[in-house]
């Protein structure tokens, strides 16, 4: 992974943007240590193309590898965030030789040859790259389909300027900015980030995913209008039976671990002991013996604790016989709050909990391990129906659908197995309503210009609900803070279960691969039902990074954060929370009254840490 950033501008113009084209490479310095490359391009009508990247290097460790690449002729030129792993196979069916050994000259090569629209559905992998065609007189912009690789653009006096990072973009630009009162709202009412391409400042907005954008350089007046290269429901992949699906899950998803361990640098897994993370160790330790390559095994443990996942790692481990890097993830609340706006700063927007700087801190001891690549399970939850809210949407479809009978036996299964119902939370389920009251806690720049988000199911159904966690309401969210947290130490995060083949085939695969006989996951727990211990791989529970926020913000944390949140604070001064509304609400939670999720809590933190970090960006 890498970063880059570049601006087209007119000529005359560029002389200002100079000055601050060094703090944009500051800003960006920790996501490419290894090397520093730019380019500037004029074009025809009077304007210049300038192009800068930071690379990590991955793939080929040597100056072949450099960036901003040009083809032969120099007629083109690509800067590059990420990795498409079916590199070689692009090159082999193109009979084409690189000089090195990187995938970047292959991704210039497709383009050179097929163009960027007949290119791109080709590549399987993550990326958000700038590509400069000085036959066609276009540059043209683009991320992979789930959005894993950040960019973001804006249009300021004529001019069109894009980067890696927010905070690239907003050194470039200068100047200060208003707040979106839209993406405010979803924060701080339904606990939602990057829901579409608005970010938390006006103006300023991300590329979608899956999308590619051809920017005409000699037009009269620049735009930036994506286009979609992919939607997983037109790919043909056929639906079946859970049988049928469990086999196509398993080729799938090893194939998709062996493209993502090509890497120069050393690999390894985290290892949480989750059924997701336990059968990507498994592909892991599969491959890796075939292919003789040392894989570490990263797992974050916190003894004594609730929630402490060493039980299921060390039968994980020792099932696969590995022996993993335990790092005890124990902080105290102290701690999380010291790096709270440190972890803000790199993340570019408010914290969605403090498990943000737990994951943090957990990318600092890959880099203290040198571990410089690591797979990770995100995403399964997604596409298996992992998650508790799956079952209420399959309820309510199966309700829709007058199927009372397959409702019953359903819920009887999932109740009998204990699996999802014995772990319902009404607090945390509050967000799925239809019609939720108004919170008084909303302050009126934020009521007046906020409209939530609808989250319950479509009328398209549950699969489509499943491409909205995809695409808008979760993938999005989790990708963004560990793009940045893993980046912020130089580390790559790559994700199998975001490989665009097995998205294809689990959205177009029928509930009962994902929802049967009282288990979520279904198809993928049969798949490598083999591969693990039964107590892992039929596991009942279900925990994320496990931290003990609700205590923290109760206890220890209580007075930290009536210190921040006073009345002098940003957010109420700018009128986005209501300072009594906000305090009342905070009394009845740590006196346990009524059900108020600790996101609703931790949210004006985490925005007030934010506003203060970016003090100097916002108008």
């Not at 000055?19 to 240590?33: D, K, L, N």
């Amino acid at each position: 992974m890498c970063g880059l950033f570049g601006v087209v501008c007119r000529k005359a113009a560029f002389e200002s943007i100079k000055p601050r084209i060094e703090r944009a490479h500051a800003f960006q310095q920790h996501r490419g240590p290894d090397m520093r490359g730019e380019t500037m391009l004029e074009i025809d009508g009077g304007r210049v193309v300038y192009l800068a990247h930071q690379r990590l290097s991955i793939l080929d460790l040597s100056e072949a590898g450099r960036q901003p690449m040009a083809d032969a002729d120099q007629a083109s030129w690509l800067a590059y965030n990420g990795e498409v792993y079916n590199y070689r196979e692009l090159a082999g069916a193109m009979r084409y030789t690189p000089a090195g050994g990187s995938d970047t000259e292959v991704v210039l090569e497709c383009f050179r040859r097929d163009g960027v629209a007949a290119a791109l559905p080709k590549f399987n992998g993550m990326w958000a790259l700038a590509w400069v065609s000085l036959r066609e007189g276009a540059l043209y912009l683009s991320r992979d389909r789930a959005g894993v690789k950040p960019l973001y653009v804006a249009l300021a006096e004529g001019d069109l300027y894009f980067a890696s990072e927010i905070k690239t973009l907003l050194a470039l630009l200068g100047r200060r900015h208003r707040l979106n009162a839209q993406v405010i709202g979803e924060y701080l009412v339904q606990a939602l980030q990057d829901t579409g391409t608005a970010t938390f400042f006006e103006g300023i907005e991300a590329l979608p995913a899956g999308s590619f954008a051809r920017i005409e350089l000699a037009a009269p007046a620049l735009s930036v209008a994506p286009v979609a290269y992919w939607n997983p429901f037109e790919s043909g992949s056929g639906t079946g039976n859970p049988g049928d699906v469990a086999g196509r899950v398993h080729d799938t998803v090893l194939d998709a671990v062996r493209l993502r361990l090509r890497a120069d640098v050393p690999v390894g897994v985290l290892l949480s002991g989750g059924v997701d993370s336990s059968i990507i160790a498994a592909c892991v330790c599969h491959l890796s013996r075939d292919a003789r390559q040392q894989v570490a095994v990263l797992s974050a443990v916190s003894p004594g604790q609730p929630g402490d996942e060493s039980p299921y790692i060390d039968r994980v481990a020792k099932h696969l016989g590995i022996e993993p890097i335990k790092v005890d993830t124990a902080w105290g609340p102290t701690e999380a709050l010291e790096l709270l706006r440190t972890v803000t700063w790199m993340n570019d927007s408010p914290l969605g909990s403090f498990s943000n700087v737990a994951f943090y801190l957990l990318m600092q001891r890959a880099s203290e391990a040198g571990i410089k690549v690591v797979l990770s399970g995100q995403g399964g939850d997604e596409l298996f129906c992992g998650y508790r809210k799956y079952l209420g949407f399959h309820f309510q479809e199966l309700v829709r659908q007058r199927k009372f009978a397959k409702l019953a036996s359903t819920a009887w299964a999932f109740w009998r197995n204990d699996v999802v119902l014995g772990q319902f939370n009404l607090t945390e389920a509050r967000r799925y309503l239809q019609r939720r009251p108004q919170d008084p806690a909303l302050g009126d720049a934020v009521r007046q210009a906020f409209t939530p988000q609808v989250l319950g199911l479509p009328p398209e159904g549950l699969a489509y609900r499943q491409w909205l966690d995809y695409r808008c309401f979760s993938v999005p969210y989790l990708t963004h803070y560990e793009d940045r947290a893993s980046m912020a130490f130089a580390r790559e995060v790559r994700l199998p279960f975001l490989d665009y083949r097995l998205v294809e085939l689990m959205l177009n695969a029928p509930v009962e691969s994902k929802l049967n006989a009282g288990w979520t996951k279904y198809s993928l727990r049969q798949a490598f039902a083999d591969w693990l211990p039964p107590e892992i791989v039929w596991r009942r529970d279900k925990q994320g990074f496990s931290m003990p926020q609700e205590e923290w913000l109760r206890g220890e944390l209580k007075s930290a954060w009536r210190a921040i949140l006073n009345r002098d604070a940003e957010v109420f001064r700018r009128q986005l929370i209501d300072h009594d509304a906000l305090h009342a609400k905070f009394e009845r939670f740590c006196n346990r009254q009524g059900s108020i999720w600790y996101r609703e809590i931790f949210a004006p933190l985490a925005l007030e840490v934010w506003l203060q970090a970016y003090s100097e960006f916002i108008e």
